[in-house]
């Protein structure tokens, strides 16, 4: 034989690994960021202009330098940042609170057939449920408590979580169960390491979505139940309706949403973490 | 040269007791009208050290043979005997889990050793297929070739008796199917191995086997059991391979063309 089969064989190895290139880390940033920019100065611009079309007078729909000027001086106040955090500690409870059960629901669901004839396609019925049909419900049976707006979150955001588990154990590749079973994986040990990894990247889908939920139904709950000397950014919309303010409730909604991507953003890093590590992300050429 | 054995049983199983054996195995899929028979009755068995391939055409159950045998599936009559014998099996694909590592996949299949010495056997095995550089990758980002040293790697790991292959270098191109044919022969060989591996390729089947056991279709039964005396290390590309691959090829072809008619 010329040729080694082993130096043969690591020629090949090396060919077929080759190491990517480099990416320009700034230029991928302000590729990313210029889009960005663009579309916010088209959504400034587009408000401008419906303002000084003058449908509304100023004090119903504010303009937009007004606003942020708003926004800008209650940055500097206790209060904005006292509603913030309320807010922000009722989203991440009740999120917290709605994974457990989610997790708990989802795992019996997929393990047990009974329940999954029982209960699974309740679960994706709760799931188009508005969440703010539950809150009448939810006032008679807490009250106007901070209780009533977790009750509602939890149900939100559950149904979405233990449909993300279910699917994830549903779509775990038939392929992988017979190898699992080859390595003689049973019951926990198949479950630990086999089942819950690869039902991850479902189950994280459903973790967005189920913030996504819960982040609604808490802005609908604070809107309602409002409790007294507790500011929160729900109750912050309500008053400055009330007190006909729109540059103050133009500010908070833009807070709202500013929440809601930094929230997105932080689920989008962890999926494309996710998607590297296994090796999906390969873009085709 | 060749001898098509008349006994199901060959004669090398006279000594001791076989690491595999198939006795009248039936599988039949589905119920009433519309069942299909997969297995019919088939008798078949592989020593320890004895290389074995079960080649066929499409829908001979040669994937279903290799199911039973490593308990992913049961037989519907007949019965399986692996004398307790652990068996390891490996893919078409190589069915790694994409969330560990190469390491970390192999490390699966040492679960009872402690972490300090599963570590160690896991490069010793990553050196057998000569991956022992790339220990920290994950499946991704690796070649199908390597993919499937790893999956090889994963079943020696088992520290198993029998090794089932279910066409496992079929998605390889030539090159790296010759290399992982030299590779395999040598760890069969070093580890006295009970293979059975399932092939629609008949030089494949030539190249590694010491029997090439050809399997009828609709129902799977075994019609002939081809004695390889071929000098090892045999190349694809060599006469005597291509004649016995020749006359293999043609009772196959027989076989097939029984279906058209």
């Known amino acids: 034989m010329a040729v080694e089969t082993r130096d043969q064989i690591a020629g090949l190895d090396a060919l077929e690994t080759q190491v990517k290139a480099k990416r320009n880390i700034p230029a991928a940033i302000w590729g990313r960021v210029w889009p960005m920019a663009l579309a916010i100065a088209i959504v400034l611009i587009i408000w401008e202009a419906v303002v000084l079309a003058g449908f509304w007078p100023e004090y119903v729909f504010a303009g937009p330098a ?3 000027g708003e926004l800008g001086t209650r940055l500097g106040e206790g209060e904005f940042w006292h509603a913030v955090a309320t807010t922000m500690r009722r989203a991440v409870s009740g999120f917290l609170l709605a994974i457990v059960v989610g ?3 989802g795992a019996a669901v997929s393990r047990i057939k009974l329940l999954r004839a029982a209960f699974g396609s309740l679960i994706t019925g709760l799931q188009t449920m508005p969440s703010i049909a539950w809150f009448p419900l939810a006032i008679l049976l807490f009250g106007l408590t901070e209780n009533a707006i977790t009750f509602v979150v939890v149900l939100g955001a559950a149904p979405s979580i233990a449909n993300g588990l279910i699917t994830g154990v549903d779509y775990t590749p038939p392929i992988l169960l017979r190898a699992g079973h080859v390595l003689g994986l ?3 040990s198949l479950y630990r390491h086999l089942i819950l990894p690869a039902s991850l990247p479902s189950f994280l889908a459903g973790l967005k979505q189920g913030w996504a939920f819960a982040w609604r139904s808490l802005m609908a709950g604070e809107i309602l139940v409002i409790i007294a000397n507790q500011p929160s950014l729900g109750e912050q919309l309500h008053f400055a309706r009330e007190l006909a303010d729109s540059a103050r409730l133009l500010a908070t909604m833009i807070v709202i949403l500013l929440i809601g991507i930094v929230v997105d953003v932080l689920f989008g890093a962890a999926d494309n973490a996710l998607r590297r590590r ?4 390969q873009r085709i050429g | 040269m060749t001898a098509p054995a008349q006994e199901l049983g060959h004669g090398r199983t006279e000594g001791p007791a076989p690491a595999v054996r198939l006795d009248a195995v039936s599988k039949v899929y589905g119920r009433g009208a519309t069942s299909l028979l997969a297995l019919d009755q088939v008798s078949l068995s592989a020593a320890q050290g004895e290389f074995v391939c079960l080649l066929g055409a499409s829908g001979c159950g040669k994937s ?8 992913l599936d049961r037989p519907s009559a007949g019965t399986i005997e692996t004398g307790g014998k652990q068996i390891a099996m490996m893919f078409q694909e190589p069915a790694l889990f994409p969330w560990l590592t190469v390491t970390g996949n192999i490390e699966l299949a040492l679960r009872a050793l402690d972490r300090k010495k599963r570590k160690e056997r896991a490069a010793e095995l990553l050196d057998v297929v000569h991956l022992g550089g790339f220990a920290k990758k994950r499946p991704h980002e690796l070649s199908g070739g390597m993919r499937q040293r790893v999956s090889l790697a994963r079943a020696l790991a088992q ?7 279910d066409e496992p270098f079929g998605a390889l191109d030539a090159m790296t199917r010759d290399l992982l044919h030299d590779e395999l022969e040598r760890i069969w060989r070093e580890r006295n191995l009970a293979i059975l591996f399932v092939t629609h390729n008949v030089r494949e089947a030539v190249r590694l086997g010491d029997r090439v056991v050809l399997l009828s279709s609709r129902p799977g039964t075994v019609i002939e059991d081809y004695t390889v005396d071929l000098e090892r290390p045999r190349r694809t590309e060599s006469a005597e391979v291509a004649k016995l691959a020749g006359e293999i090829t043609v009772r196959l072809k027989e076989e097939v063309s029984r279906h058209g008619r």
Do not use: F, H, I, S
């Not at chain 1, 296994?278 to 992300?281: F, T, V």
């Not at chain 2, 279903?64 to 308990?71: F, S």
């Not at chain 2, 520290?159 to 292959?165: C, R």
């Open chain 1, 278 to 281: 296994w090796g999906l992300d």
């Open chain 2, 64 to 71: 279903t043979m290799l199911n039973l045998v490593a308990g």
């Open chain 1, 66 to 68: 007004t606003a942020l």
């Open chain 2, 159 to 165: 520290e198993a008796d029998v090794l089932l292959m």
């Open chain 1, 103 to 105: 997790v708990v629901v």
């Open chain 1, 186 to 188: 049973r019951r926990l």
